[in-house]
């Protein structure tokens, strides 16, 4: 079993900044990708930035040159640092991890609870 705490959210002002974080614990061999998706009232949910256990990113092309992600493998943490925050960005945010739990088995998805990020004045 695998657990993602995401923290960081709350409530900005268009154009502010916060850093979203997650952290992953519990029994695992190795996580490979991991990512941030957010879902806002009434919208599909999206991918807003992955990265992989070599650092390789990919980002929505709505956050791009806003937002940035990054990961720290010792803590088994990933981060999203987000600035110049618009109202669109308001949703809540899921952290994501592809983990592999031994050499022999498939990788499996896990999900964290949500943070809420609400852009408003």
């Known amino acids: 079993q695998v657990q993602l705490v995401e923290s960081g959210g709350g409530l900005v002002q268009p154009g502010g900044s916060l850093r979203l974080s997650c952290a992953a614990s519990?029994?695992?061999?190795?996580?490979?990708?991991m990512g941030w998706y957010r879902q806002a009232p009434g919208k599909q949910r999206e991918l807003v930035a992955m990265i992989s256990s070599g650092g390789r990113t990919n980002y929505a092309d709505s956050v791009k040159g806003r937002f940035s992600i990054s990961r720290d493998n010792a803590k088994d943490t990933v981060y999203l640092q987000m600035n110049s925050l618009k109202p669109e960005d308001t949703a809540v945010y899921c952290c994501n991890a592809v983990v592999r739990h031994n050499w022999y088995d498939g990788a499996y998805d896990y999900w964290g609870q949500g943070t809420q990020v609400t852009v408003s004045s």
């Open positions: 519990g029994s695992f061999f190795m996580i490979n990708d």
